[in-house]
């Protein structure tokens, strides 16, 4: 059987629901008759009914006492002029008795006055305790609902009863279906998730005003019946990361606030063993040592008219060696800057160290940067190690995402910058370092300051140079030059000859709003590429990102969804985990992780 049913509340319109659902061979529905608290022991009573169809006080009462999504049979103008036609045939006093959600379009009911040249009153019967009062209307013919008229005729009053049209029965149906859909695919992504959490080797807890509302087996398995207390002691201290022993072995665990529209929805937490946490940052520090630290951009590198006055700024910026401090939204090129700046510098031969900040989580980010000395802490490596200020000894340290640096760790950065020394953890002598420091962010300067994100006194140390980089949509003219560039560059490393862009593929991408700037144009090029034939003109549908329209349910998705930001947060700040690792771990896009990105990060600008 369907997982819809409608309950309608009376005889005619129980009879018409059912000579439409046969006209459509939809039997499978199931079809029940009942109005108010019948009704609702009836729907108290079904089993595997998703979504419920039925019409007036009785789809209100039932919205109000179930948790089940209503669709309520909506009443056309059509319809109320049909009754109220019959009505005037035994006078001109009409009076509408109705629920809201009959009667809740004053103008409609206007323009009835209009057309029939009549007064119309409006009414609920049902809501009048006393129902002496009803004697005022007597000289009235009601048009209603079920149960007004039902009222309205157990008191003598002349009445007729609404009746709804065929087209609003479909109507109601495909709203239901529609509903349906979106909740069983919900369903299904809920279920996706949780299990991908539950392969996850670290703890996750989410709790929101009800309690606990997801806890993985990571977690279950190390805290088990103790998640509360953890939980309380956590909120107690007012602290976002603390550690705790469970039986041999210790846990980090740090907490992560969830956000809908600047309210709090939620708590997501992490738990996570020290030992594996102290495994990633060894993993980082190889990879640096892997990667090697050099810049491979040049300023031949950079494309666009709409940058030739900031390139030749930066030009200049090259041959000093003081701190330059870079602002442009996520895509805009500050990295492609940073190293075409260094490769144009007396530092060319140097290192050129860059490190997303916000990539590292935070209890690592000072050893990274500062290095440490033997057993500075429990798990430091025998013979300690070198920090990233020290790898970039005469050359240049990019620091992007430096504002998720955190405030009491910019400190000693300011520090090493006027000073020209840094000092490792553990240690006590000064260690001296030629570094040219050029550092990023994606968001307001002046916002993260005055929210205590940056520092100013280190805000002004950096902004001694400064460049601002525009978004791809306030430079359209470049869109085509870095197309047909992107374009080449695929082509060779795809092995694949294309016919090029049609114009009207070319006419789109310049009009198109590309949220991800020239990441977004590069990767939804590269993905042309690889999807088009050989031989073939590059049409709109490989470049511009299809629209999805997701119909709204009356389900509540902000449990999923923040949970599913929440895991891309942790994942994001996971060094040994890259973006695409990522898409393909959750099984999304790459537009999709950047868009909830772009979310995560405007949802802490709101919060800063």
Not at 496 to 517: C, H, I, P, R
Request: proline share 2%; aromatic share 10%; hydrophobic share 40%.
């Amino acid at each position: 059987m369907s997982k819809i049913a409608f309950i309608i509340p009376n005889q005619d319109l129980f009879k018409k629901v059912r000579e439409t659902l046969s006209a459509i061979d939809r039997k499978d529905i199931n079809l029940f008759i009942g109005d108010l608290y019948d009704a609702v022991n009836i729907a108290k009573k079904l089993k595997d009914v998703e979504v419920i169809i039925s019409r007036g006080g009785t789809a209100q009462l039932l919205s109000k006492e179930l948790s089940l999504p209503i669709v309520n049979i909506k009443v056309h103008l059509m319809d109320i002029l049909v009754a109220t036609q019959k009505a005037m045939k035994h006078g001109e006093k009409i009076l509408f008795a109705g629920f809201e959600n009959i009667f809740n379009d004053v103008d409609m009911i206007h323009l009835l006055e209009d057309l029939l040249k009549v007064k119309i009153e409006r009414v609920n019967f049902y809501s009048i305790k006393n129902k002496k009062l009803l004697d005022k209307w007597k000289d009235f013919i009601v048009v209603g609902d079920t149960v007004n008229v039902r009222i309205a005729q157990n008191y003598r009053l002349k009445s007729y009863l609404i009746q709804s049209s065929k087209e609003a029965i479909l109507e109601a149906l495909e709203k239901a279906e529609e509903i349906l859909r979106v909740k069983l695919a919900e369903r299904a992504r809920y279920s996706e998730i949780k299990h991908i959490i539950d392969q996850i080797n670290f703890g996750v807890v989410y709790l929101d005003r009800r309690g606990i509302r997801f806890i993985n087996s990571f977690a279950k398995n190390v805290i088990g019946n103790s998640v509360n207390n953890v939980i309380k002691e956590l909120e107690k201290t007012g602290e976002e990361e603390k550690l705790f022993s469970f039986g041999q072995k210790k846990y980090y665990i740090s907490a992560y606030k969830t956000y809908v529209d600047q309210s709090l929805m939620g708590t997501f937490y992490s738990l996570r063993e020290v030992s594996e946490v102290q495994k990633a940052e060894t993993f980082v520090r190889r990879q640096y040592h892997k990667k090697g630290f050099y810049a491979k951009y040049t300023f031949d590198d950079i494309i666009g008219k709409g940058l030739s006055k900031i390139k030749v700024i930066a030009m200049k910026y090259a041959a000093t060696d003081a701190p330059i401090f870079i602002y442009g939204e996520s895509g805009t090129g500050k990295e492609l800057f940073a190293q075409s700046i260094h490769n144009a510098s007396m530092r060319k031969d140097g290192p050129f160290v860059a490190v997303n900040c916000g990539s590292l989580p935070k209890e690592l980010l000072e050893s990274e940067l500062f290095g440490y000395v033997e057993g500075s802490f429990t798990g430091a490596l025998s013979k300690g190690k070198q920090g990233l200020f020290e790898f970039a000894h005469r050359g240049t340290l990019f620091l992007d995402e430096i504002d998720q640096i955190p405030i009491e760790s910019q400190g000693k950065i300011l520090r090493a910058i006027e000073e020209g020394e840094i000092l490792k953890i553990g240690d006590n002598k000064l260690i001296p370092v030629d570094v040219r420091i050029i550092a990023a962010t994606n968001k307001a300067p002046e916002l993260l300051i005055r929210n205590n994100y940056l520092r100013f006194d280190l805000y002004s140390r950096l902004n001694v140079l400064n460049l601002f980089l525009p978004k791809l949509s306030e430079r359209k003219g470049d869109i085509e030059e870095l197309a047909w560039h992107f374009l080449k560059i695929f082509e060779k490393k795809y092995r694949k000859k294309t016919k090029g862009f049609a114009v009207k593929t070319l006419d789109e991408m310049k009009s198109y709003d590309w949220l991800g700037n020239v990441r977004e144009l590069r990767n939804s090029i590269e993905r042309a590429v690889i999807l088009i034939s050989p031989d073939r003109e590059i049409q709109p549908t490989y470049i511009i990102p299809q629209k999805i329209n997701i119909p709204k349910a009356s389900m509540n998705l902000s449990l999923i969804d923040n949970i599913e930001n929440a895991i891309i947060s942790v994942l994001l700040q996971t060094p040994n985990i890259s973006k695409k690792e990522i898409t393909q771990v959750l099984g999304i896009s790459r537009t999709y992780l950047w868009k909830k990105i772009k979310y995560l990060n405007s949802q802490d600008q709101k919060h800063i």
